[in-house]
């Protein structure tokens, strides 16, 4: 193990993940949404449940080829995937498979607190300096860039909304407890409600199309 | 000239599929390159399978159909992942090529391979075989079938019998 003193106190990062959650998902539009496991899926929820938003609670490392997949199913429609650090950290390969498909319509957002915060508030690599940012650009992203401060995070919130993507984003948040607010747990209905909301009531019907 | 791999991509045009995600594979050789080169099929290459379970979960959620082609010790890799098929009620058609079964060389390709069927069953998959060439289209195109219209994940385990066995003899 490094030595504690090189892990960075996150606790002193000024953006607190709520109000992260809610500036990004303001106003929101048609925006289709993906929700990593654990902290990000009650984030997204506390800023309002919504059917287009699909919140994991489980697939670790799954949530941003989930959002690979939608964006190139929707290419007419912005997505937004927003996860954890620790959940990103399971999917590093996935940076490198989004960056070869070049989606213009895809956005990575990860709230770094340094911390896996569903299992005890353990750190994880980024306290140690990994540089989740830094991999996404290494990888290809056209936009990647590290979020610490409230106004960069406007600056980030309008090229998410407007520009060419790959995009991503590693938003520094600080690392605290805070009350759940849980979506809807059951998979099947989680799906059928994007889907029934996206794409009609023949999506989700037994005869429908796919 | 007209093999299996053919008869495989017509399958898979025919079920509607335009999101194709694959882990480089020899066994899968012709099929990824027929599917690069369509126009209507999205190819995406993986740097690990579990990526492409969750891939296709997006496909699905955005009114796409797809597949995962891959080998079979890739199987192992899916496992976790593929508890969003079982909860989320997701189609997922795979194709797997076989090692470690039918002449294999290579004693590290044993393990996942002679475990591969059990596995995917364990993880909720149903199990097809396909040993002979003349059967590759419409044993893919009813394991699509099963998948896209049950909303279950399917796996077509492509035998090394139907494939040939690899050898460093080339």
């Known amino acids: 193990m490094p030595d504690s003193r090189t892990v960075s106190i996150s606790e002193q990062f000024p953006l607190r993940r709520r109000e992260v959650a809610k500036a990004l998902l303001a106003e929101r539009g048609d925006l289709l949404v993906i929700a990593g496991l654990g902290s990000t899926a009650w984030d997204v929820t506390a800023a309002g449940d919504h059917p287009l938003n699909f919140p994991l609670w489980g697939a670790m490392g799954g949530a941003a080829m989930i959002g690979l997949g939608l964006a190139l199913a929707q290419p007419a429609r912005r997505v937004l995937v927003i996860t954890g650090d620790g959940e990103q950290l399971m999917g590093l390969g996935s940076l490198a498979a989004i960056a070869v498909q070049r989606p213009a319509n895809l956005a990575l957002v990860v709230f770094d607190n340094e911390r896996y915060g569903e299992t005890g508030m353990q750190t994880t690599h980024t306290a140690y300096g990994a540089d989740l940012a830094g991999i996404a650009a290494a990888a290809g992203f056209r936009v990647a860039g590290t979020v610490r401060a409230p106004e960069e995070l406007e600056a980030a919130r309008q090229i998410i909304r407007t520009e060419t993507g790959p995009i991503f984003y590693a938003v520094k948040v600080r690392a605290e407890p805070l009350p759940l607010v849980l979506p809807p747990k059951d998979g099947a209905h989680l799906k059928d409600r994007f889907r029934l909301a996206l794409l009609g009531p023949d999506a989700v019907t037994a005869k429908g199309p796919s | ?170």
């Open chain 2, 1 to 170: 000239m007209s093999g299996w791999p053919e008869a495989i991509y017509s399958a898979l045009g025919e079920l509607g599929v335009s999101q194709v995600g694959y882990v480089p594979d020899a066994g899968h050789t012709r099929l990824i390159e027929l599917c690069r080169s369509d126009p209507a099929m999205r190819a995406v290459v993986l740097t690990t399978e579990e990526e492409g379970v969750a891939l296709l979960a997006g496909a699905w959620l955005g009114g796409q159909r797809g597949v995962l082609l891959m080998q079979s010790s890739g199987v192992g890799n899916c496992v976790n992942m593929l508890a969003l098929n079982q909860v989320c009620r997701l189609p997922l058609l795979m194709l797997v090529t076989m090692r470690g079964e039918w002449g294999e060389f290579n004693p590290w390709q044993l393990p996942m391979g002679q475990s591969a069927a059990d596995v995917l069953k364990i993880a909720g998959a149903v199990v097809e075989r396909l040993d002979q060439a003349e059967m590759a289209g419409e044993t893919v195109q009813a394991a699509g079938r099963i998948a896209f219209e049950g909303q279950v994940p399917v796996a077509v385990l492509l035998g090394q019998r139907l494939i040939g066995a690899k050898s460093f003899l080339r």
